[in-house]
């Protein structure tokens, strides 16, 4: 800065040893290697080159402030009592921001006001009065963070100390004698002014001071209260929120009048781009009209911001529309696979059909949507997100189909399979199972075979891909045996299995091997018999109660059963298995059953035989001829007579070889008991009985008779 040209002399911050202070005294060299005196020069406050941009100086300024033990501060005589010349404003920020970030100090700082060209019009000690008179003033304004006391003074955290310089140009010998008077400040340590005081030193040697002073500089550069906007800035965001708040307005108006008169199912992708692009046009426009003249840098923010904000507004109307688009879509594809035009095609070549058909109209309306901004719409993850979730409706209605499939062969199956398992049941043997598993497999290959393809594979004409048909083969298989384990092991419950016993039981026990009724004529024949059936019939038991072939090997299906899977979470210790039907349990449950019912075949044949043999003796029949003769012969001589005998015997015969005369015998006891009541009644005058009374009675006697005959018949049983 000379006579040429003024400009910047110090860019930056500059430190470095200062190998001499200008004072009056000789050994200051000496004592200034003794002091080892470090010194920082900071380019200045307001200089032209940096403009209206403050920011590194007020950096610079709380740099030079927290890291120095006296921050010199320069200012002209005529700048003192002013606001923006004696750098009030800039120390009021740096001393709030100095609060905040390094507030708890333990040491303090010298502000020395150097007051240049002091011509002495004003003494110095005025001028050190207004200076500190401002500086406490603007102190007592700062805001003071928490961990501050909110009633701290300036004087706790810096000392102030005022020297003044004689103008340089007009006074050059006053100048150099005051800048020497004020080296001896610095390098004499006895003066009483001597600025380097204890109480201004950090508590850390010199090799830390590069460490310190780096965090400092973070703290300082992280520090947001520092980026204080120019005023031009200012009034190019204020004036641009204004015009983006209108120009925002006026695209929202628009806006809401063209939504509400759209219809998604009239519309096509070409009108809504149409639409958007004009709304966002009026809008950009109009902003850029009034807000392109401000600050190049706020504009153009701005502008984004308002451009991201319709762009938020129109991406919810697409949203919307995109749901309605792929939901059509989607509803066309499910529609295309019952479409009456495309029943002679494969569900294979339907699926291809389809999904091409829908990724086609779907992708033709996003075309027209490429113009509008990709912020607001992004054409390719629409359409991967369509692709997908058209695969994922593939894969379900594909399910469907195959579950469909799947029921329509069972339906097939079950039938072939449970008609030919009854007759094998229904006939145990050792060969049963032998004959149950061969007519499940025959039944469920020849099912398959339809499928069959010229390499051995299977082709259910659902899919190409050979795996997938595959498992669906499978998932068959595995149907027709959860559908056959089903089947079995609810037909041979208990009850059902007490029966086919008790009917293998009927016809050994009843029949003899021609297939001739028996007739029983002793009790031996009875017992022999019983013996025969009973262990004929407790023999097949265990074929209904483990599921083996004839060489020993129990049946398991190439699959876990649901069944299975269901018991093996429920019950670890009795699992669901196909082979095993019957447990031991009820087994001997089953076993008591049969035996009861075949003891009651047994009594009743014992009952029969007992019942000829006592009431017809053999020499009877010798003694009714004999005593018979003369009435024999009138009635063969008489043709009524005859007649009625032979009715008479006809119904006898019947109801002997039927074995109802307990029935008669009731019958005729309760015939003869109303008329023997009719006949007291007549006989000694008494009122009619109600009906109602007389069916009472008549229950009521029937009950006894009925009850008297089950005595009898136990009295009976217990003598056999």
């Known amino acids: 800065m000379n006579e040429a040209k003024r400009q910047q002399t110090t860019k930056g911050i500059w430190l470095g040893y200062s190998p001499e202070i200008e004072s009056s005294k000789k050994e200051s060299v000496e004592k200034l290697h003794q002091e080892k ?415 069959k393809d010229d390499e051995g594979g299977y082709d259910f004409k659902i899919v190409s891909d050979e795996s997938i048909n595959k498992e669906i083969k499978n998932k068959i298989e595995k149907s027709a045996w959860i559908s056959f384990d089903l089947f079995i092991h609810d037909y041979l419950n208990e009850d059902n299995v007490v029966n086919i016993l008790r009917r293998q039981f009927e016809d050994v026990f009843s029949y003899d091997k021609e297939g001739i009724p028996r007739t029983w004529k002793t009790e031996s024949e009875i017992s022999i018999a019983y013996s025969e059936a009973t262990e004929f019939s407790l023999g097949s038991l265990p074929l209904f109660s483990i599921a083996k072939l004839s060489n020993g090997t129990e049946i398991l299906p190439p699959f876990t059963t649901s069944i299975e899977e269901e018991d093996d979470d429920d019950d670890e210790e009795d699992p669901h298995s196909f082979a095993h039907i019957l447990s031991a349990t009820q087994q001997s449950k089953i076993k008591k059953q049969f035996l009861k019912l075949a003891e009651i075949s047994y009594r009743d044949a014992n009952r029969s035989i007992i019942s000829n043999i006592s009431r017809i003796p053999p020499f009877m029949y010798a003694l009714l001829i004999i005593l018979g003769w003369n009435e024999f012969m009138a009635i063969l001589r008489n043709p009524l007579l005859l007649v009625l005998v032979l009715l008479i015997g006809t119904g006898v015969v019947f109801i002997h070889s039927m074995n109802l005369w307990g029935p008669v015998n009731t019958a005729f006891e309760m015939f003869l008991s109303h008329g023997k009541q009719m006949l007291r009644n007549v006989l000694l005058d008494e009122p009619q009985q109600p009906v109602l009374n007389q069916r009472n009675s008549s229950f009521a006697r029937r009950e006894q008779e009925v009850e008297s005959f089950e005595m009898d018949d136990l009295s009976e049983k217990k003598h056999d």
């Not at 009065?129 to 009633?151: A, R």
């Not at 035009?341 to 389809?354: G, H, P, V, W």
Request: net charge negative.
């Open 37 to 451: 005196i470090f010194v920082m020069d900071v380019e200045g406050s307001d200089g032209r080159e940096r403009g209206e941009d403050q920011d590194f100086e007020r950096k610079a300024a709380l740099f030079a402030l927290s890291t120095s033990e006296v921050l010199i501060v320069n200012i002209w005589e005529h700048q003192v009592g002013l606001y923006q010349g004696a750098n009030m404003g800039l120390l009021k920020t740096v001393f709030e921001v100095n609060l905040s970030l390094f507030g708890n100090k333990d040491h303090k700082v010298l502000l020395l006001f150097v007051i240049r060209d002091h011509v002495g019009s004003t003494p110095l000690s005025n001028l050190s009065s207004t200076l500190t008179t401002d500086l406490e003033k603007m102190w007592d304004g700062i805001n003071k963070p928490s961990n501050v006391d909110p009633n701290a003074k300036l004087s706790d955290y810096f000392d102030l100390e005022f020297t003044a310089l004689a103008h340089k140009v007009l006074q050059p010998e006053k100048f150099h004698s005051d800048v020497v008077e004020l080296g001896d400040r610095f390098s004499d340590s006895k003066r009483d002014d001597y600025f380097f005081k204890t109480d201004y030193k950090q508590n850390f040697p010199i090799d830390g001071w590069t460490v310190y002073a780096e965090r400092c500089w973070d703290q300082i550069q992280s520090n947001k209260d520092l980026d204080l906007p120019t005023q031009q800035i200012l009034v190019a965001r204020f004036r641009c929120d204004e015009i983006m708040k209108e120009s925002l307005e006026l695209f929202d108006s628009k806006f809401n009048e063209v939504i509400t008169i759209l219809e998604f199912a009239k519309i096509t992708g070409l009108d809504l781009s149409k639409e958007f692009l004009t709304l966002s046009s009026l809008a950009l426009e109009s902003f850029d009209s009034q807000a392109s003249h401000y600050n190049k840098a706020v504009y153009e923010s701005k502008r984004s911001n308002l451009k991201s904000d319709i762009n938020l507004k129109l991406r919810g109307t697409l949203v919307d529309y995109i749901k309605f688009l792929k939901k059509s879509q989607l509803e066309i594809f499910t529609k295309s696979f019952n479409d009456k035009s495309t029943k002679k095609l494969s569900f294979a070549e339907k699926s291809i059909q389809a999904r091409s058909i829908a990724l086609t109209n779907f992708t033709s309306e996003l075309e027209h949507l490429k113009n509008i901004d990709p912020e607001a719409f992004d054409y390719q993850i629409d359409l991967e997100e369509f692709s997908q979730e058209l695969d994922d409706q593939l894969i379900k209605v594909r399910e469907n189909e195959i579950e469909n499939l799947i029921n329509k062969l069972n339906k097939k199956i079950n039938p072939l399979i449970k008609n030919k398992t009854l007759e094998s049941l229904s006939t145990p043997d050792e060969n049963m199972w032998d004959r149950i598993l061969e007519n499940f497999q025959t039944s469920l290959n020849s099912t398959l075979s339809k499928y």
